[in-house]
């Protein structure tokens, strides 16, 4: 079975200082990872994704992810957080098995950076 | 502009009533999914779709059915609305059936669904 977990509900930050949302997940198959990104009333809209090639993943905004199989975790950092980056971010696990893929939410991690 | 259009953008329901939220896709994705989203508990599989012509059942089901005559419509009906459907609707696509594939999700803009 497969399953993703976002470490913290919600996080805060101030301007110009560093992100870090954690996630961790685990999967009996080999998984394919993605942080989503979600502004107030909006869609989601990907942010960058983890598909077995490249460890450490650059996606958009300046965020990047770094697959660590060791430690079951797929964590999103950016080095100097941004007023517009305050959103809710979702990490994604989907994985392909017997019965076809399966893809799971993480709960989310609420975003406040802080002027 | 490719993407999916959703329709309404939000509404109040009486519960007991019947209603259709629409979704509309120009990027001739083969997949298509309804999930809901509601605090805490990130976003749940409601019904999905790996092609027209065929649905299947995801996490929540009940109390919802949806259709798929044509690549581009994936309607969510609600026969008979209850408070415990009040949420926020959102429908997804994705290039290949079953899976993100290397693009992800494409989402749409959701519906504010509340049921009183």
């Known amino acids: 079975a497969q399953s993703v977990t976002q470490l913290d509900s919600h996080v805060s930050v101030s301007e110009g200082t560093p992100v870090l949302l954690r996630c961790n997940y685990s999967s009996s198959y080999s998984p394919s990872l993605f942080w989503y990104v979600q502004h107030p009333n909006k869609g989601l809209q990907l942010l960058l994704k983890?598909?077995?090639?490249?460890?450490l993943v650059k996606g958009i905004n300046g965020f990047e992810a770094e697959f660590k199989k060791s430690e079951t975790s797929f964590h999103l950092t950016k080095p100097s957080a941004h007023m517009s980056d305050a959103a809710e971010y979702f990490c994604?696990?989907?994985?392909?098995?017997?019965?076809?893929?399966?893809?799971?939410f993480g709960a989310g991690t609420r975003l406040f950076v802080k002027a | 502009i490719a993407g999916i259009t959703q329709a309404p953008t939000s509404q109040i329901l009486a519960a007991g009533r019947r209603m259709t939220l629409r979704c509309t896709q120009d990027m001739r994705h083969n997949a298509m999914y309804w999930y809901r989203q509601d605090l805490g508990l990130g976003l749940r599989l409601i019904h999905y779709s790996n092609t027209a012509g065929t649905t299947g059942k995801g996490e929540v089901p009940d109390g919802y059915s949806v259709s798929r005559a044509n690549t581009d419509d994936f309607p969510l009906t609600l026969a008979s609305a209850v408070p415990s459907q009040t949420s926020v609707y959102f429908c997804?696509?994705?290039?290949?059936?079953?899976?993100?594939?290397?693009?992800?999700?494409?989402f749409g803009s959701g519906t504010r669904l509340t049921v009183v």
């Open positions: 983890y598909t077995s090639a490249a460890t």
């Open positions: 997804a696509s994705s290039v290949e059936a079953g899976s993100p594939g290397p693009y992800g999700y494409t």
């Open positions: 994604v696990v989907s994985v392909e098995n017997t019965g076809g893929f399966k893809t799971i």
